[in-house]
């Protein structure tokens, strides 16, 4: 009886820490999901598995989005319809339906992002969450972007090339990888945008990655620097 109790008590403080954090579980969700994809892309089951799995990560930036300072309907007007034409284009087989439902996911991504890096300016201290709500946000970023490549190189085709298959469509997990490339700066990605509109792409993921990178030193520094004065 007790041990039930105490296990009660257990998955009870679990659950309110989770809640306290909802940038933490986005963050590792989406870790989890650049570790998983790569086993799972190679079969078409896996990649339905990955869709479920992608609506899971979506209800998760639905609900960071309902705890920062942004207007929640916006961000519901963007998924309802992203999730419907996803899982038309992967079960239905409506492709077509694809680029739009990546559009809308790219903005509802770059949406969280802000509402997160807004939450950020806010606090007047640096706590656990607010960390866990960089690390987020720099994925947030990086999968917004990685949308906004699959739309390019839908509507443009040949907009990304690679020393191996020059001419082929990119995959999302090389996708991805240039995504994270670009916005952290390490430039150590072997995929090369070649046609304007992808070029202009990560020109402007270059420009947020800095300016994420300044916004959140900028705010350590001054938060210290507040906290050396008032000691």
């Not at 989406?30 to 790569?38: F, M």
């Not at 963007?78 to 996803?86: D, E, K, R």
Request: net charge neutral.
């Amino acid at each position: 009886m007790e041990c039930g109790s105490a296990m009660n008590r257990a998955v009870l403080k679990t659950i309110a820490q989770l809640r306290r954090h909802p940038a933490g579980l986005l963050l590792a969700a989406q870790l989890l999901a650049v570790v998983l994809y790569p086993v799972l892309e190679e079969s078409s089951t896996g990649r339905a598995v990955f869709g479920v799995f992608g609506i899971v990560v979506l209800a998760l930036v639905l609900w960071v989005v309902n705890r920062s300072p942004t207007i929640n309907w916006v961000a519901w007007l963007m998924a309802v319809p992203a999730v419907t034409m996803s899982l038309l284009a992967d079960f239905a087989g409506l492709r077509a339906l694809l680029p739009v439902a990546q559009m809308l996911e790219a903005a509802l991504y770059l949406y969280a992002a802000i509402g997160l890096i807004i939450y950020m300016l806010g606090d007047h201290r640096v706590t656990l969450d607010e960390l866990l709500a960089v690390g987020a946000t720099f994925t947030l970023l990086a999968w917004s972007w990685t949308f906004a490549f699959s739309v390019c190189q839908a509507w443009y085709p040949g907009s990304f090339s690679a020393p191996t298959s020059p001419e082929a469509a990119r995959t999302w997990m090389e996708l991805l990888f240039m995504s994270f490339s670009v916005l952290s700066g390490v430039g150590l990605s072997d995929i090369v945008p070649v046609t304007p509109p992808a070029r202009a792409l990560v020109m402007l993921e270059m420009f947020a990655g800095v300016m994420f990178i300044a916004i959140v030193v900028s705010r350590l520094i001054g938060l210290s620097a507040a906290r050396a004065r008032a000691g």
